[in-house]
């Protein structure tokens, strides 16, 4: 299966028929007696199993595959295919992680006759690759995508908050990892996060909306897309701050919302950041975990005269920064011990670590969120990390050794 075949057959079908069509091709080539694709959904915790066009009941919720404790959640934090082989002629199970760039987009799943050779996994996990590019491609055409990833009916505010998400939920480059997790309280708090990465700059941000439901969505709405006209114009992050809190008191109807943005030099590692009445950064460095305590300006929209002060951040290679909002530090959350387990989660993959510290809040506070808990994980490796292994995430540059090969963590 040609990597351009495999492509070509998909841009054939419809949006809705792609990846049944790289299914039966599998099937044909690899005599399966079953291919499919599973979509992790929008807490990262659950896999949906799509099933063939036509077959898919958009009516109903989708069905989750709770991932904690299975093979699928081995292969999606280790992003390495597995092979399930019971022998007494039971059908031999393939996984492979559907990944690109760090977003685990989902799993392909297999049962073929008999165990693969090197040959035939080095194909599957092609393919699987393959098919990230294929659901990020026909994704922005049908909604099948986005129903497969609500395990749970999204009120009005949750839909508005997850449109203000990028579209990938963390990435990689060989300069950095950045991921970003939020859970929604059970009334919908406002919180965004955002990332870009320009020519020669990699740009965050978090926000949290004062206030709950559809007010709160239309604040962080208002304030992300401020944000982002001012730095698509070329902006620097003293000119976004000042529109985005313009923004907010022409339009916010005396709302505010705190915020905390971040540019890195993807030339020099210069980094500077500024916050806006938000919760401060935490970063670890060499095992230790030390609260970063910036100058802090007001919010964005609120009514007293302000400006906003550009600082310096001191980030250097091996560095593991983490960004959150406040729903990360209140009512039961006080009871864990953050810098604790972030230091634990430290071999952990950014992707892994978020959801990992978002876990941890939702079980102290028994499923039940007062308020938005969102947190971003960045990784800096350097700016002399130029190029990177699209299967493996390896440093291709220098005799120096990333992190994650440091710490064994494969990378997809």
Known sequence: MALAGTLAAAETAAPVESLDVVARMLKDRLGANSVSFLITDFTGGSVVRLGAAGSVDTDEPARRITLRGTLYDD?????????E?????????????????GDAIGLLELFLPTAPDAEVMREIGETAHALAYIVIANRSYTDVYQWSRRTAPLSLAAEIQHRLLPSSLACEAAQFAVAGALEPADHVGGDTFDYVIDRDTVQLSVTDAMGHDVDAALLATLLVGALRRARRAGAGLAEQARQADQAMREHGRQGYVTGQLLRISLIDGETEFINAGHPWPLRMR???VREIAPKIDMPFGFPAPHSYRVQSLDLRPGDRLVMLTDGMLERNAGRLDLSELIGRTR???PREAARTLIAAIVDANHGHLQDDATVMCLDWQGVGHSRRAADTGADLTSASTSSRTRQNIPGP
Do not use: E, Y
């Open 75 to 83: 292969v999606i934090r280790t992003q390495r295919p597995s092979m």
């Open 85 to 101: 082989d019971k022998g007494d002629d039971a059908l031999v199970r393939i996984i492979a992680p559907v990944t690109n760039r």
């Open 286 to 288: 060499d095992g230790q």
């Open 347 to 349: 071999a952990l993959h």
